[in-house]
């Protein structure tokens, strides 16, 4: 299965404005709790691979070989 790129900005956008019409929270709290969810997100898709960092999507299908240029990963690795 193939995992599309991910939209982090869509995502936050999507968080601060269940947080402000939903729970009525301030413009502040509703930030504060997007860029933590992003922030773990974002964390789940970066290899673990010392040599590597990069995004998850950035690998051949998703788990194999990374295309970023000069990269000697080959596997993705999860936390
Ligand atoms: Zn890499
Ligand atoms: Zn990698």
């Given at each position: 299965?193939?995992?599309?790129?991910?939209?982090?900005?869509k995502?936050?956008?999507?968080?601060?404005?269940?947080y402000?019409?939903?729970?009525?929270y301030t413009k502040e709290k509703a930030n504060?709790?997007?860029q933590q969810v992003v922030r773990r997100e974002l964390q789940q898709r970066i290899c673990k691979?010392?040599?590597?960092?990069?995004?998850?999507?950035?690998?051949?299908?998703?788990n194999e070989v990374c295309l970023i240029s000069?990269?000697?990963?080959?596997?993705f690795v999860r936390a």
């Open positions: 299965m193939l995992e599309k790129r991910f939209d982090f900005n995502m936050y956008g999507r968080i601060v404005r269940y402000l019409d939903k729970k009525h504060m709790i997007a691979n010392s040599e590597c960092g990069h995004l998850l999507h950035d690998h051949l299908r998703n000069r990269c000697g990963c080959e596997k």
